[in-house]
């Protein structure tokens, strides 16, 4: 098993568990995350999810190169189908999740495990935490979508030194430059992700996905389509129980002196 699930109450963490690895995603890594995702996504008593990986070293040190190798060595077919494709799917299910995500950064996120990061709609890391784009070192460019979420994360400048000189970073620069939100001691970096987690959760679930979908959908359009987005995504809420429960708890308040 390469991926550990555990639930408290409404919330499931996720582990990358191949820690002899640096919690490198194989393909069987990748399909069952994939997976976990889609069993979360079908249980409405789950709220959120966290997403970290096994031990102190490493959240996830990017694909694992054999793997990888292998279907570079079957040409650009191949390639496409077993590398990008998959990765793909992994990082748009995160990037699209109903449900907010927070990945909790315990280590190394490199290649691969900077694009989770990039991903998900928050992330919080541990102060030793790195991360890096060292894809160019293999001879071609990240191919899980780092190449255009990055820069629109962090700015097209920042994204381009770090995809082109493959450089790390520590943690204190990733909150800097907004790839993540918090940075803490390890000791407490679960204990953040949770807490963000729960300040969340208190919403109602109807007002968190559609605040996503929004977000998610809106970003990269023009502002006009954007605010198209934000507009049906609130028109879906407003017969919810929700809104409803939201506006009598506003309404029946103690009026102020």
Do not use: W
């Not at 008593?45 to 190169?65: E, H, K, N, P």
């Amino acid at each position: 098993m390469t991926v550990r699930s555990e639930r408290d109450q409404h919330v499931v963490t996720l582990t990358i568990d191949r820690e002899h690895k640096l919690n490198a995603l194989d393909y069987p890594t990748i399909d069952a995350l994939l997976a976990e995702l889609d069993r979360v996504d079908a249980d409405d008593t789950v709220r959120a999810v966290v997403l970290t990986g096994a031990g102190q070293r490493a959240f996830s040190a990017g694909a694992d190169i054999p793997s990888l190798a292998g279907s570079i060595a079957g040409g650009p077919e191949r390639a496409l189908r077993e590398v990008v494709r998959r990765g793909h799917a992994l990082t748009r299910r995160i990037e699209e999740f109903p449900k907010p995500i927070v990945v909790a950064v315990n280590g190394l996120a490199y290649g691969g495990g900077c694009e989770l990061t990039e991903a998900a709609p928050l992330a919080v890391a541990a102060e030793h935490a790195t991360f890096a784009k060292p894809e160019i070192s293999l001879g071609f460019p990240p191919p899980f979508g780092g190449s255009q979420r990055l820069p629109r994360h962090v700015g097209r400048k920042r994204a381009l030194e770090l995809i082109l000189t493959g450089d790390p970073i520590p943690a204190a620069r990733a909150a800097e430059i907004g790839l993540v939100n918090a940075v803490v001691p390890a000791g407490e970096l679960l204990d953040a992700a949770r807490g963000l987690v729960d300040r969340i959760i208190r919403h109602a679930p109807t007002a968190v996905s559609a605040c996503l979908r929004a977000v998610t959908r809106g970003v990269n359009l023009p502002i006009d389509e954007g605010l198209a987005v934000e507009a049906a995504c609130f028109a879906a809420t407003v017969p919810t129980d929700g809104v409803r429960e939201g506006l009598r708890h506003f309404l029946d308040r103690p009026a102020a002196d």
